[in-house]
């Protein structure tokens, strides 16, 4: 099951003429609660599954069916208290803002700057069981518990938590203005500031001694015990130089420059220039 939840306020004013400012502040929560296994693997294995296998042999069975080692049961890989569970929580918010101001003492100049922050977090936690089976031999009339049973008491968890956060700034100085009706020019420079870190966080246990509770201090330490940790940042800096020109609308020039600094490259800044001419 998934449960999302959307929410969205934009605010809009003019302080003043020619000044225009808008902001806006958002968030999305989500609420995961899935199977461990995938539900494509499910599909697959209901497509294969044989028709005359029921979903359990008697009602009071404590296993589901299958049709022998090496098969699996579609109905109990979608059961969590069978096959474990995938649950995640997510939560993201963003807050961003603009002002634009329109200079009055030049026609089609303007400045305009934008800022933008964003803060994603994910818990997660999945909880693995050995699917166990019952299975019948119709030769000698009889039943038989699957060799996973011999795991039916343990289990694996995993609970992980992964941060972000990003922070941009762009600030732009555009011109745009006609003359005789003629020629018609399109200009604008660009500053942009892009700034991100990212944490990311899991902890296992495996080998679970009991499959009563899915708690951490439930596992075993020693060999059962797994750790490990990411952690990333980002920057990157950005110039934008653009730049067009048209006759009467027939006869056009336009040339585009970025230059982006960032430290995946390995000179740190890269060039990348464009051109047309119709």
Request: aromatic share 16%.
């Amino acid at each position: 099951a998934k449960n999302r939840f959307n929410v969205r306020s934009n605010l809009d004013a003019q302080l003043a003429k020619g000044l225009k400012f808008s902001a806006g502040l958002g968030a999305v929560i989500t609420r995961n609660n899935y199977p461990y296994n995938y539900s494509k693997y499910i599909a697959q294995n209901l497509k294969n599954a044989v028709s005359t296998i029921p979903v359990k042999w008697h009602d009071d069975d404590p296993y589901y069916a299958f049709n022998g080692e090496g098969s699996r049961n579609p109905v109990a890989m979608a059961d969590p208290s069978a096959s474990g569970y995938n649950k995640s929580d997510g939560n993201s918010f963003t807050a961003d803002a603009a002002l634009e101001y329109k200079l009055p003492w030049v026609e089609g100049l303007s400045l305009k700057a934008n800022v933008a922050y964003t803060y994603d977090n994910v818990g997660g936690r999945i909880w693995y069981l050995d699917e166990c089976y019952i299975g019948y031999r119709e030769d000698t009339d009889e039943y038989y518990n699957s060799k996973s049973v011999d795991y039916a008491d343990k289990a694996d968890l995993t609970v992980s938590s992964s941060t972000k956060t990003s922070f941009m700034f762009q600030g732009f100085i555009n011109y745009k203005n006609s003359f005789e009706n003629k020629h018609n020019i399109n200009a604008g420079l660009v500053y942009e500031l892009n700034d991100a870190k990212s944490n990311y966080f899991y902890t296992k246990r495996t080998a679970y001694p009991s499959t009563v509770t899915d708690r951490l201090y439930a596992g075993l330490s020693g060999s059962n015990l797994e750790d490990g940790e990411d952690l990333r940042t980002y920057h990157s800096i950005s110039f934008v130089e653009r730049f067009s020109y048209d006759y009467c609308s027939r006869y056009f020039i336009d040339i585009n420059t970025r230059v982006d600094g960032a430290q995946y490259f390995a000179k740190k800044w890269g060039v990348f220039p464009s051109a047309s001419i119709g």
